[in-house]
């Protein structure tokens, strides 16, 4: 099924190639300009996508389409086919955002699938297998996608109010498209995050173009909203989902999950596929970022020289704080993850 999606969501716009470049969808200068960051080696991807020119699900579609783009350099410029350069090439780019490992998880799937069948192709035979491999799992992405947003739709209620942080991407946005087109009126309030300013830039402009009532509110307005009663329903991504039902999710998930417990709030959290390599958040990774991303606003200074910052990139929210996780495979409380996915 064809889906609807606003511009930051659809595949060319967040990374294409030619014969000389990957690009990638600059997200930090959206929606004020439409361009691409031209990224030559492994490193440049990889550099690319730790300084947050794309986010989210942003850096999964990047490593499959580098894939393909890695796969024609070695065709274009007639080099024997290697493995071992392209794995260590895809380690670059994997590497890069260490707390989401969807995108590790499915370019080492994808990796091993290649290795065997591929170890004595020529250049031309590994360039059309990779797009055909890489084809194949977007197309199930798009699936999934789909499958999501119906069943997200189903826990929406005509009438309700929707509390939402950073930037939800596709699983979220289409629940909220599909719900209305059943007839169910909603509204969303999104939650700013800071230091990018994702909600004002990339989830506002989103849910606008797809015709989705939605008002920013700051990151710290949350619970305000929850004690007057204007909200129904929190949900958001997931950067990783552990098998004891822990979500990983933006700094400022926890505060909002935490207030939504409180209030008898329902949390939902959407993943297309729990890590069946973490049992719990002892064995995550988290990312730290530098805390001076916090000290300006597009390159412009907020406070004065030398003060300090800390910047925790992500929160881990326990999962008695989580009610529904929405998956590829159905929906479930976080009890139910690990015999449904290990």
């Given at each position: 099924m064809e889906l609807k999606l606003p511009y930051l969501l659809k595949n060319t716009n967040i990374c294409y190639y030619d014969e000389q470049n990957l690009y990638i969808g600059n997200r930090k200068i959206f929606p004020f300009e439409k361009s691409f960051v031209a990224c030559r080696t492994s490193e440049e991807i990889a550099n690319a996508i730790k300084n947050m020119t794309t986010q989210g699900g942003g850096p999964l579609q990047?490593?499959?389409?580098?894939?393909?783009?890695?796969?024609?350099?070695?065709?274009?410029?007639?080099l024997e086919y290697d493995f071992d350069i392209l794995n260590n090439n895809m380690q670059n780019i994997i590497k890069s955002r260490p707390t989401n490992t969807t995108m590790k998880r499915v370019i080492e799937e994808l990796l091993l699938k290649l290795h065997v069948p591929m170890s004595k192709s020529s250049p031309e035979q590994f360039r059309n297998y990779v797009i055909e491999n890489v084809k194949e799992i977007e197309n199930e992405e798009n699936l999934i996608y789909h499958n999501m947003g119906i069943l997200g739709s189903s826990l929406i209620n005509d009438g309700d109010t929707i509390l939402t942080t950073c930037f939800a991407e596709h699983t979220l946005i289409l629940s909220l498209y599909y719900a209305m087109k059943e007839g169910k009126k909603i509204n969303v309030l999104a939650n700013e995050t800071?230091?990018?300013?994702?909600?004002?830039?990339?989830?506002?402009?989103?849910?606008?173009?797809?015709?989705?009532?939605?008002?920013?509110?700051?990151?710290?307005?949350?619970?305000?909203?929850?004690?007057?009663?204007?909200?129904?329903?929190?949900?958001?991504?997931?950067?990783?989902?552990?098998?004891?039902?822990?979500?990983?999710?933006?700094?400022?998930?926890?505060?909002?999950?935490?207030?939504?417990?409180?209030?008898?709030?329902?949390?939902?959290?959407?993943?297309?596929?729990?890590?069946?390599?973490?049992?719990?958040?002892?064995?995550?990774?988290?990312?730290?970022?530098?805390?001076?991303?916090?000290?300006?606003?597009?390159?412009?200074?907020?406070?004065?020289?030398?003060?300090?910052?800390?910047?925790?990139?992500?929160?881990?929210?326990?999962?008695?704080?989580?009610?529904?996780?929405?998956?590829?495979?159905?929906?479930?409380?976080?009890?139910?993850?690990?015999?449904?996915?290990?």
């Amino acid at each position: 099924m064809e889906l609807k999606l606003p511009y930051l969501l659809k595949n060319t716009n967040i990374c294409y190639y030619d014969e000389q470049n990957l690009y990638i969808g600059n997200r930090k200068i959206f929606p004020f300009e439409k361009s691409f960051v031209a990224c030559r080696t492994s490193e440049e991807i990889a550099n690319a996508i730790k300084n947050m020119t794309t986010q989210g699900g942003g850096p999964l579609q990047v490593a499959l389409t580098s894939m393909c783009y890695l796969a024609a350099q070695m065709c274009n410029n007639n080099l024997e086919y290697d493995f071992d350069i392209l794995n260590n090439n895809m380690q670059n780019i994997i590497k890069s955002r260490p707390t989401n490992t969807t995108m590790k998880r499915v370019i080492e799937e994808l990796l091993l699938k290649l290795h065997v069948p591929m170890s004595k192709s020529s250049p031309e035979q590994f360039r059309n297998y990779v797009i055909e491999n890489v084809k194949e799992i977007e197309n199930e992405e798009n699936l999934i996608y789909h499958n999501m947003g119906i069943l997200g739709s189903s826990l929406i209620n005509d009438g309700d109010t929707i509390l939402t942080t950073c930037f939800a991407e596709h699983t979220l946005i289409l629940s909220l498209y599909y719900a209305m087109k059943e007839g169910k009126k909603i509204n969303v309030l999104a939650n700013e995050t800071r230091p990018y300013f994702q909600v004002a830039r990339l989830t506002a402009p989103s849910m606008r173009e797809m015709g989705i009532p939605v008002k920013i509110i700051s990151d710290s307005m949350g619970a305000h909203f929850m004690r007057s009663g204007e909200i129904n329903h929190y949900m958001s991504a997931s950067d990783l989902v552990c098998m004891d039902g822990t979500v990983v999710n933006k700094v400022g998930t926890l505060a909002n999950a935490i207030s939504a417990n409180y209030y008898g709030i329902p949390y939902t959290a959407f993943s297309m596929s729990p890590d069946t390599t973490k049992n719990n958040k002892t064995e995550i990774e988290m990312e730290n970022r530098d805390g001076r991303e916090l000290l300006s606003v597009f390159n412009h200074p907020i406070s004065e020289e030398g003060i300090d910052a800390l910047y925790p990139s992500f929160d881990i929210i326990d999962s008695e704080l989580v009610t529904n996780i929405v998956t590829n495979k159905g929906i479930f409380s976080p009890s139910k993850i690990q015999e449904n996915f290990k």
